[in-house]
C-alpha cells in the first residue's frame, strides 16, 4: 500500500499500523511514488508480493455488507422506538 498522506489526529494509526507490519511506504511526492512502486515491482514483485501477503490477515472483505446490516439495523430499531 501506498500513502500519500496522513491526516493529522484521523490516519495516523492506520499508517503506524501499515509502518509496523511493513505492509505499505509513505510516498510524499510524485518522484517517491514512482520510486517505491519500481521498487515494489522490480524482481517480479518481491516487495509487493510481500505487501499482499501481510495485508491479507488484515483484510475485511465483508466489511461494507457489515456496515450496511449494522445501520439498517440501528435504523430500524430507531423506527421502531419512535413509532411506539
Known amino acids: 500500500m501506498l500513502v500519500n498522506q496522513i ?32 521498487q515494489a515491482f522490480a524482481d517480479q514483485g518481491a516487495v509487493w508480493r510481500q505487501w499482499r501477503e501481510a495485508l491479507l490477515p488484515l483484510a475485511r472483505t465483508d466489511a461494507s455488507r457489515a456496515i450496511a ?13 419512535a413509532a411506539a
Not at 439498517?72 to 423506527?79: E, F, I, K
Open 7 to 38: 491526516v493529522p489526529g484521523q490516519e495516523e494509526g492506520n499508517y503506524e499500523l501499515l509502518r509496523r507490519r511493513h505492509d505499505g511506504v509513505l510516498v510524499e511526492t510524485p518522484d517517491a511514488a514512482i520510486a517505491a512502486l519500481r
Open 69 to 81: 446490516a449494522h445501520v439498517l439495523d440501528r435504523a430500524t430499531a430507531a423506527a421502531v422506538i
